[in-house]
């Protein structure tokens, strides 16, 4: 009698015991997100304070609040002529287009958590292959440009460090 009882109740403790597994998400009562020209936060009530640091190629956090992580396949084509400069950038950046030829843009900024910070279409000919970013209004840190031409599905992609 003791042995099934014993055997249903292991079962039982078992099957509602769960080991603990890791999300990127946090469950909270309250939280915000706020930024500006100078830095971001984004806090949650009950969760420990994380800082984030950042310097020449490298981006550290910690936290519970890490941005989600997507794996994206890029086919690698070699064929670009396009240049970004200077980088580390500090109120603008240079998108030379070198011998791309013409044809219409979409140059795109991206800050390291995925949030597009700026969108713009852009025309290249007529001896005017040279596009100025604007990047004064940005925080410090790693941002991603992409560069998309009209009717193409080539993408060409740059990383740039943003700095006072």
């Keep these: 009698m003791k ?7 292991f079962l039982l403790v078992v099957i509602l015991t769960r080991a603990q597994t890791l999300s990127p998400t946090v469950l909270a009562s309250s939280g915000d997100f706020f930024s500006n020209s100078s830095g971001m936060i984004s806090w949650t009530l009950g969760e420990l304070m994380g800082e984030t640091y950042s310097s020449a190629g490298n981006f550290v956090t ?7 992580d997507s794996i994206t ?11 970004l400069f200077p980088n580390p950038a500090t109120d603008q950046l240079t998108l ?8 219409n843009y979409q140059v795109e900024v991206f800050n390291a958590l995925g949030q597009q910070m700026s ?4 025309t290249v000919g007529g001896g005017n292959s040279r596009f100025q970013i604007p990047v004064t209004g940005y925080a410090d840190g790693i941002y991603f440009v ?5 009717g193409s599905n080539v993408v060409t992609s740059f990383k740039i460090n943003k700095v006072s």
């Design 3 to 9: 042995k099934p009882i014993l055997t249903a109740f």
């Design 62 to 68: 910690q936290g519970f609040q890490q941005p989600n």
């Design 73 to 83: 396949g890029i086919v690698e084509q070699n064929t670009t002529t396009m240049t």
């Design 96 to 103: 030379d287009f070198g011998q791309e030829g013409n044809g």
């Design 119 to 122: 969108a713009q279409q852009i």
């Design 146 to 150: 992409r560069v998309r031409k009209s």
